[in-house]
């Protein structure tokens, strides 16, 4: 239970970290007002059961929930991947998800 809760908390202080890391501060109004567009359209969370293969189930509930695809995967370390999608013709990062838990968000 203890390295449970440890690895959610390190799941999430890395969320923080990577949206933190995102953001600049010499950013243009228009550039807020896309970031802020995107930031609501990913704005979704849950688990996915990873006894099977969790990229395919992952994939599946991003289709049906976003209606979107995978561009790729950057593993960040510890089982945690950085998902990537195709939106407007750019490549951008979209979720994070725990392969070892299931867990993900956006």
């Known amino acids: 239970m203890r390295r449970q809760k440890r690895k959610m908390t390190e799941f999430l202080v890395l969320a923080v970290v990577l949206s933190l890391t995102a953001c600049s501060g010499k950013t243009t109004e228009a550039e807020m007002e896309t ?13 996915i059961d990873v006894k099977t293969d969790w990229k395919a ?16 995967y950057e593993e960040l370390g510890s089982g945690i991947y950085q998902v990537y999608v195709e939106k407007d013709g750019k490549v951008i990062p979209y ?7 299931g867990e993900y968000h956006g």
Do not use: C, N, W, Y
């Open 57 to 72: 189930t992952f994939e599946a509930v991003l289709m049906k929930e976003r209606g979107v695809k995978p561009d790729h």
């Open 35 to 47: 970031q802020s567009e995107s930031t609501t359209e990913a704005e979704f969370a849950g688990i």
């Open 95 to 101: 979720a994070i998800v725990d392969s070892t838990t």
